[in-house]
């Protein structure tokens, strides 16, 4: 039973960081709370220590994002969103963010962690 609580308030707690963001972050054709809320699939991924891979909803959701980002401005602003909220969780994990793009089959032509530098996305 405690892990059922423990994962409601954690659920909670991320939804409303994600309300909380969606004040913060908006622009003309990107949506941070949208994007948020698109990739809530890797949720477990990327706070997990096991080696298993990302879930298919979780690639498909990467894909579509990483398609909707076609300019420098817009990977800068999600860039920006995603360091925002991933700072704000104490459980996340580097390696499987960093690892994300390529466990999904993308390829970025730059690297993504919770300590990237979002003005030198290209």
Known sequence: ?????????????????VLLLATTYTASSF??????????????YVTSQNNFPPPRSCCNAVTRLNARLTTTLLRQEACVCFKDYTSRMTNIND???SSLPQACGLVLGFQIGTDINCTAIP
């Open 1 to 17: 039973m405690a892990s059922f609580t423990s994962n409601t308030k954690m659920h909670r707690l991320s939804l409303f960081v």
């Open 31 to 44: 949506s941070c709370l949208g994007s948020l809320m698109s990739l809530i699939s890797c949720q477990s």
């Open 95 to 97: 390696e499987k963010i």
